[in-house]
Antibody, heavy 117, light 108 residues
Framework: EVRLVESGGVVVQPGGSLRLSCAAS????????MHWVRQAPGKGLEWVSM????????YYADSVKGRFTISRDNSRNSLYLQMNSLRTEDTALYYC???????????WGQGTLVTVS | EIVMTQSPAILSVSPGERATLSCRAS??????LAWYQRKPGQAPRLLIF???TRATGIPARFSGGGSGTEFTLTISSLQSEDLAVYYC??????????FGGGTKVEIK
């Protein structure tokens, strides 16, 4: 069974930093690109970042470019999101999601809540 | 950036009736469209990809259609467990992938 479990969400002050993690199980982690997607309170889904299977290429939404860094450790079946210079508008539930190919997502985690206040 | 617009924002349907949700793209996205279902307190679930292909384990009452800029998700006979918010997503031109604002399906 494919499982994605996010962790690391907490309350942090504006300007602070945070690192989110996503632990994957039930499949060969290195065979799939991975994404972070977020949902702010009362808002829709917003794509945040993507990393290719081997980690050689990364992509970011303009809203987080230069502040967030996505990475992965295929030996640990883990995905990460380093979040720096946090703003109140970064407050959201952050999901990791598996790319089924072409950037649609066949599995999602339950999400981890980041509150910047 | 491609803007995705969903309508209606809220759809109220009686059990057993048909529900039709719409999604419009600001530019041609061919058939690179996915639909997701998000139930309260749960992670989003992939329903449809490629505009019309059901994901593994998705009941046949869910069907997707359209291409180019106009798309639909149809629930042929609404069940009580279909109460959820439904999102469309384009992945034709990225980054960024973009999502619609969602349609909340209520049981009448």
């Amino acid at each position: 069974e494919v499982r994605l479990v996010e962790s690391g969400g907490v309350v942090v002050q504006p300007g602070g930093s945070l690192r989110l993690s996503c632990a994957a199980s039930g499949y060969i982690f290195g065979d799939y690109a991975m994404h972070w997607v977020r949902q702010a309170p009362g808002k829709g889904l917003e794509w945040v970042s993507m990393i290719t299977r081997e980690g050689g290429s990364t992509y970011y939404a303009d809203s987080v470019k230069g502040r967030f860094t996505i990475s992965r450790d295929n030996s640990r079946n883990s995905l990460y999101l380093q979040m720096n210079s946090l703003r109140t508008e970064d407050t959201a539930l952050y999901y990791c999601a598996r790319d089924r190919g072409g950037s649609s997502y066949d599995f999602w985690g339950q999400g981890t809540l980041v509150t910047v206040s | 950036e491609i803007v995705m617009t969903q309508s209606p924002a809220i759809l109220s349907v009686s059990p057993g009736e048909r529900a039709t949700l719409s999604c419009r793209a600001s530019h041609n996205i061919n058939n690179n469209l996915a639909w997701y279902q998000r139930k309260p307190g749960q992670a989003p679930r992939l329903l449809i990809f490629g505009a019309s292909t059901r994901a593994t384990g998705i009941p046949a009452r869910f069907s997707g259609g359209g291409s180019g800029t106009e798309f639909t998700l149809t629930i042929s006979s609404l069940q009580s467990e279909d109460l959820a918010v439904y999102y469309c997503q384009q992945y034709n031109l990225w980054p960024p992938v973009t999502f619609g604002g969602g349609t909340k399906v209520e049981i009448k």
